[in-house]
């Protein structure tokens, strides 16, 4: 069992930064791979980038490609989501996740935080 928590959320212009993270209890985690998914009001939640239980693999959408980088420090049983040139379309409740595998559908993801609000003005 893993229990996660967000934090790192807020408001923050068009081209600004803001750095995620996700603490993890459980002596498990380190087994784990991690995710973010975000979901704006009604939309869907939709997948955000994963890493591999070492850290040596990560899978990003296309739309935050190049802008976003996920990392983890399995040490301190912490993920996080760096976010850069942020826009105003990345407006979201962004969540962690953690999954047997990677994989960028919620579905593959056993355990879930609460969420943490990121709005980007423009």
Not at 27 to 36: L, N, Q
Not at 38 to 45: C, F, H, I, S, V
Not at 102 to 114: F, K, L, N, R, S
Request: net charge positive; charged share 15%; with cysteine.
């Amino acid at each position: 069992q893993v229990q996660l928590v967000e934090s790192g959320g807020g408001l923050v212009q068009a081209g600004g930064s803001l750095r995620l993270s996700c603490a993890a209890s459980g002596r498990a985690f380190s087994s784990y791979a991690m995710g973010w998914f975000r979901q704006a009001p009604g939309k869907e939640r939709e997948f955000v980038a994963a890493i591999s239980w070492s850290g040596g693999s990560t899978v990003y959408a296309d739309s935050v490609k190049g802008r976003f980088t996920i990392s983890r420090d399995n040490a301190k049983n912490m993920v996080y989501l760096q976010m850069n040139s942020l826009k105003p379309e990345d407006t979201a409740v962004y969540y962690c996740a953690a999954s047997k595998w990677v994989a960028p559908t919620p579905g593959e993801y056993d355990h879930w935080g609460q969420g943490t609000q990121v709005t980007v003005s423009s």
